[in-house]
């Protein structure tokens, strides 16, 4: 098929855990694939990409890579550090004034079926934090990034609030995922504690991209919609607020016109 011209990280593994029951090796295993993984196919497509001077690297991203939740410390950590080494390779790449793009695409929570088999000690099963999105709205913006030159891409009306919710108020927003952020991540079913999951193996089976919350799941995201699509989103805001402007000033004209009428007939009078 030729050379690559596109590269797209996105392996993951996770553990549903408070972080005092969470074991030193479970940590290094959701590093080495979460994180590493990144890294490793990177420089994988470094490789091929920087002495042809050309080709798009996508990293796979999502809001906790900017901001924290309980019970997911090492998936967290991970992001924040992927994000942490895009930092880095970009700003070698501008130096270097390399070609080679690349790009992060933060996503929200999505109907995957991760949630069946990741490995849990949660009470309840394992849920994406609502609202949540199908994984084409995923795909759709994937896709997107590895033909746009955009830095990085928020994805989802949840993940542009955490992300500006974080920079804002912290502290606010760690007291309210203390109080919320448990229930959040768990439906009402009871999990079982002795189901298959994928942290040191793949669970067998092909389980398909789509999870069990299709019913709650949306399959669109105006915010992607408007994000991508900012030449248009711009010129119609201009558009209203010019159309607003101009209201304002006819119905202030009017008014004035309407004053003076009211005007002259005293004036006559005198």
Known sequence: ??????????????VFSPV????????RRVTEVTYLGVVHGTLAALRRMLPRDRGTIVQVGSALAYRGIPLQS???????????????????????GS???????HVPALNTPQFRWVKSRLPRKAQPVPPIYQPEVAAESIHWSAHHRRRELWVGAPTVQAILANRVAPGLLDHYLAATGYDAQQTTEPEDPDRPDNLW??????????????????????????????????????AAAAMIVGVALMRSASREQEGFARQIPSDATR
């Open 20 to 27: 005092r029951e969470m074991q030193p090796e479970e940590y």
């Open 201 to 238: 193996a793949p669970v067998p089976g092909d389980h398909g991209a789509h999870g069990v919350f299709g019913d709650r799941a949306s399959a669109s995201s105006p915010q992607l919609w408007t994000s991508t699509h900012r030449g248009v989103t711009v010129g119609g805001v201009l």
């Open 1 to 14: 098929m030729g050379p690559i011209d596109v590269w797209v990280n996105n392996a993951m593994a996770s």
């Open 74 to 96: 090492a998936y967290c950590a991970a992001k924040h550090a992927i994000d942490g080494f895009m930092d880095s390779l970009r700003c070698e790449l501008i130096h270097d």
């Open 99 to 105: 070609g080679v793009h690349v790009t992060m695409v």
